[in-house]
């Protein structure tokens, strides 16, 4: 059974500093997705991660994929607040595509 | 508007009745997901279609819950003699076959009472 981990589950962080999201699973896969919640409302895709050492950024966030160590990483430049929401990454296998989602990480951007 | 479409968006229901939600995938989306979003927890997969067939169906899928998708379009996800602990937010998702990327609806937010 395929099993995705995300650490820190809980991150309070200061604007302007840097810091990172770690994401591990349990089974081979190629295909990983990163995706931000705000509170009440659904999921927003924010990268999709198809190959060993693929590396997206989008503003002040970046993702990068080592399907060899089955570790994605979501880092965060020079935090601001509107960035505060819940991150989750997720995992697919075979071809239904189906997601396995962390239990995702709030972060939380104090001025 | 091209996005994924749920109704209603928030339903509060006592305990044994029935419920049904709606979802319009994009429109050239063959592919549908449902997934349930507990508080504090990633969604769960629920079951998915491939045009009208129903593929794969997830062990949390009690014999409650029943999802169709007539003519490979709307899907519908009925919950007969709903719990208290079916009270979650339901997420639908539509992608293309051939691209794994799934596009999220806005949910429905089920309160059992």
Partial sequence: ?111 | DTGVSQNPRHKITKRGQNVTFRCDPISEHNRLYWYRQTLGQGPEFLTYFQNEAQLEKSRLLSDRFSAERPKGSFSTLEIQRTEQGDSAMYLCASSLVSISEQYFGPGTRLTVT
């Fill in chain 1, 1 to 111: 059974e395929l099993k995705v981990e995300q650490n820190p589950l809980f991150l309070s962080m200061q604007e302007g500093k840097n810091y990172t999201i770690y994401c591990n699973y349990s089974t081979t896969s190629d295909r990983l997705y990163w995706y931000r919640q705000d509170p009440g409302k659904s999921l927003e895709s924010l990268f999709v991660l198809l190959s060993n050492g693929a590396v997206k950024q989008e503003g002040r966030l970046m993702a990068s994929l080592d399907t060899k160590a089955r570790l994605s990483t979501l880092h965060i430049t020079a935090a601001v607040h509107d960035l505060s929401a819940t991150y989750f990454c997720a995992v697919d296998m075979g071809s239904n595509y189906k997601l396995t989602f962390g239990k995702g990480t709030l972060l939380t951007v104090n001025p």
